[in-house]
C-alpha cells in the first residue's frame, strides 16, 4: 500500500468547510484512497473512498488531483461532533480481506 | 449497514487475570476479523488477523500465547488476553470486512482494557 502523509493536527470553525489534504506521492493506478475518522475512544468510521474522480457522499465530498498524488477530504459544513481524528488510507481493491494499515492521521478540531 | 459489535466496551481487571474480548458481525458473515490494540495518542496497529475455522495470523512481535483469538462461527470472534498486566492496558477494535468492494470494512466500537 502506498505511503500517506497528513499534517498531524487542524483547526476548523463550527459551520465552516473543513478540507483535510492528504499527499501519497507513490500511489499506483490501482490503488483507491479511503478515508475513515476516528472519534475518540471509539472505532474507526468509513467516510468515503475513490479512485480518480471526485466522489461526494452525505457525510462528505473528496477531490483528488489529476495526476491522484494528492487528495482531500472535504466537510462541507463542519459541526462539533465531526472533531476527530482522520485517516487517508492508499490501498488496492482487493477481493481478498486484508488489514488496513492507519497511519497517523489528522486530528481535526471544530471550534464553536 | 454492516454492523460489528464489541462488548465489553470497559472492563478493569486485576493483573495476572484473562480477559475475553468479543466482536460479532450482527447482520452478516465475517469469514476475516481484524484485531488491533490502539494505545494514548497513538494510531491504529493490527495485532492479528482472525480466520473463522483456523489459527490466526499474528503480526511480528504480538505472542500468541497472550493474546488468544478464536474465530469458531461466521459471526464471532474473540480475543482474550491471558495474564493481563499493566501494559496490556489499552484500547482493543476489532474489525470485519463486509462486502468485496467500496468501504468493505467495519469496526466494532472498541474496548478500553485497564490493568490494575
Known amino acids: 500500500d502506498a505511503k500517506t502523509t497528513q499534517p498531524p493536527s487542524m483547526d476548523c470553525a463550527e459551520g465552516r468547510a473543513a478540507n483535510l489534504p492528504c499527499n501519497h506521492s507513490?500511489?499506483?493506478?490501482?490503488?483507491?484512497v479511503y478515508w475513515y475518522r476516528q472519534i475518540h475512544s471509539q472505532g474507526p468510521q468509513y467516510i468515503i473512498h475513490?479512485?480518480?474522480n471526485n466522489e461526494t457522499n452525505e457525510m462528505a465530498s473528496l477531490i483528488i488531483t489529476e495526476d491522484r498524488k494528492s487528495s482531500t477530504l472535504i466537510l462541507p459544513h463542519a459541526t462539533l461532533r465531526d472533531t476527530a481524528v482522520y485517516y487517508c488510507?492508499?490501498?488496492?481493491?482487493?477481493?481478498?480481506?486484508?488489514?488496513?494499515?492507519f497511519g497517523s492521521g489528522t486530528q481535526l478540531t471544530v471550534l464553536p | 449497514g454492516a454492523v460489528v459489535s464489541q462488548h465489553p466496551s470497559r472492563v478493569i481487571c486485576k493483573s495476572g487475570t484473562s480477559v475475553k474480548i468479543e466482536c460479532r458481525s450482527l447482520?452478516?458473515?465475517?469469514?476475516?476479523m481484524f484485531w488491533y490494540r490502539q494505545f494514548p495518542k497513538q494510531s491504529l496497529m493490527l495485532m492479528a488477523t482472525?480466520?473463522?475455522?483456523?489459527?490466526?495470523?499474528?503480526e511480528q512481535g504480538v505472542e500468541k500465547d497472550k493474546f488468544l483469538i478464536n474465530h469458531a462461527s461466521l459471526t464471532l470472534s474473540t480475543l482474550t488476553v491471558t495474564s493481563a498486566h499493566p501494559e496490556d492496558s489499552s484500547f482493543y477494535i476489532c474489525?470485519?470486512?463486509?462486502?468485496?468492494?467500496?468501504?468493505?470494512?467495519?469496526f466494532g466500537s472498541g474496548t478500553r482494557l485497564t490493568v490494575v
Open positions: 474489525s470485519a470486512r463486509t462486502a468485496p468492494a467500496q468501504n468493505g470494512y467495519t
Open positions: 507513490t500511489i499506483s493506478g490501482n490503488e483507491y
Open positions: 475513490g479512485l480518480k
Open positions: 488510507i492508499v490501498r488496492v481493491l482487493s477481493g481478498s480481506a486484508r488489514q488496513l494499515t
Open positions: 447482520d452478516f458473515q465475517a469469514t476475516t
Open positions: 482472525s480466520n473463522e475455522g483456523s489459527k490466526a495470523t499474528y
